[in-house]
């Protein structure tokens, strides 16, 4: 029998088996290319100004972004970012695990970054003549940007940071204090919560929401976060895409927590902040003998042989204080779709559709921004402002769990790209046949290594 094992291996090239999708119905060509993305940031600046004035830190967080304020630098890895953009699926808005689907929920936002879910949609009109542009920038920052350190209607981010460091001094009047918040603020907004690819400069569009900072504090960054993040990982799963922007750390943050056997090993050396959301959990030290290689194929294979265990299923937070940080209470129902050990997205009755409607993620607002003139939002606007009938409320963790002959399963089965790495497909094809010949004695690991040599 042994000897059967190990002649095993000719077949596992991983080039005659089929990944999927056996239904091609649904989804197009995926990207699966040998290059690990840039995800663009801005926030190194921030981190040597140092922690602003008490009050530019109370008038950031009237503004919302106190949560954003207190999260911890957190290096990006790149190749464990790639890896779940090519799971990615801009057909669905969701990521095609092989434990099922899975998105980032507003929920998830809120825990991770603190930023405010509810208030008013962030959209408006983007264009600005230089009277406009001259005008809004005397009155709210008290300087007028010369033209070297502007892109069209967009700042460079180097000129705020010199010139709005989150320092009050003395005789400073509430006028120039309020001016020294939208500075710092604007620097929190275009380089971590809504950075685009060039993470050099931010749209004056964001200034204009700044006139009043309580009122700052009633619009939904927290949405607008979410959804660039969702235009990039649409930007990012096509092909020849590099250079990304979006709040990145957040994805990544979210794929620790929802993938622990991915997650580094942190080292418990410092202490967590109370008042930090839960990305704070990830200010420490990590073990470097337990970090994962930090390379594409790595993290491919691994979620290829991805165990049902290995995921966390569901994470509810209750209203109240989560590492010290306020939930809000139609957040803490928000779950429009969580992981689930053969996991799908739920309806707004909290039931899993069985297989679920035509997706509406390619529809009419797809790829919409504020480029190219004004378009019509009025209708997602309406959305949004009808969301608290929108909610989805699972009382029972258990709907997330489906029998082995549901058919969203085979649906679903039959839909998805199963596996992007040929050392997936090849280790899930050995652990089936050994489990048919009832083998139970032949490890994973000696199956990955039969494979692996398949591939050599």
Avoid at 312 to 331: A, C, K, R
Wanted: aromatic fraction near 10%; charge should be negative.
């Amino acid at each position: 029998m042994c000897d059967e094992v190990a002649n095993l291996g000719y077949f596992m090239d991983g080039s005659s088996i089929d990944p999927g999708p056996t239904d091609g119905s649904l989804l197009g060509d995926s990207k699966v290319e040998n290059v690990t993305l840039i995800c663009r940031r801005n926030d190194n600046n921030l981190r040597q100004l140092g922690q602003p004035s008490p009050r530019i830190v109370e008038l950031i967080y009237q503004a919302g972004f106190g949560g954003i304020l207190e999260m911890p630098f957190i290096t990006l890895d790149r190749a464990f970012i790639t890896a779940l953009i090519e799971r990615w699926r801009p057909e669905t808005h969701t990521f095609h695990l092989r434990s099922g689907e899975s998105i980032v929920t507003l929920q998830d936002v809120e825990i991770i970054t603190g930023l405010p879910v509810d208030g008013r949609s962030i959209t408006g009109d983007s264009r600005f003549d230089k009277g406009k542009k001259k005008d809004l920038c005397e009155r709210l920052l008290g300087l007028d940007p010369p033209g070297e350190v502007m892109s069209g209607f967009k700042v460079s981010l180097k000129w705020l940071c010199d010139n709005f460091d989150g320092k009050v001094e003395e005789g400073d009047d509430e006028v120039t204090v309020l001016r020294k918040a939208r500075g710092y603020i604007l620097q929190l907004i275009g380089g971590i919560v809504l950075s685009d690819q060039s993470s050099s400069h931010v749209h004056l569009y964001f200034l204009s929401l700044l006139d009043d900072l309580q009122l700052a504090g009633t619009y939904s960054w927290r949405s607008a976060c979410l959804a660039t993040l969702y235009h990039y990982l649409d930007f990012g799963s096509t092909v020849g895409s590099k250079n990304l922007g979006g709040m990145f750390v957040l994805l990544q943050v979210w794929g620790w927590e929802r993938f622990p056997f991915l997650a580094p090993a942190r080292s418990g050396k410092r202490v967590i902040r109370r008042d930090s959301p839960l990305s704070g959990r990830w200010d420490d030290e990590f073990h470097s003998p337990n970090l994962p290689t930090h390379v594409v194929g790595h993290y491919r294979f691994s979620l290829d042989v991805q165990r049902p265990d290995e995921v966390i299923v569901y994470v509810t937070f209750l209203p109240e204080e989560v590492f010290g940080w306020q939930v809000s209470h139609s957040s803490s129902s928000l779950m429009l779709s969580s992981t689930s050990q053969s996991g799908c997205c739920v309806n707004l009755e909290g039931e899993k559709p069985s297989p679920p409607p035509p997706s509406k993620s390619l529809g009419e607002f797809h790829g919409l921004d504020l480029r190219n003139g004004v378009k019509d939002w009025s209708k997602p606007i309406r959305l949004w402002n009808d969301r608290a009938n929108n909610i989805v409320n699972i009382t029972d963790p258990d709907i997330l769990v489906y029998p082995a002959d549901d058919p969203y399963l085979d649906w679903y089965e039959r839909i998805t790209l199963r596996f992007v790495s040929k050392m997936g497909t090849a280790t899930n094809t050995a652990m089936q046949l050994f489990e048919r010949l009832s083998m139970s004695f032949v490890s994973a690991e000696a199956v990955q290594a039969i494979a692996r040599d398949g591939l050599d």
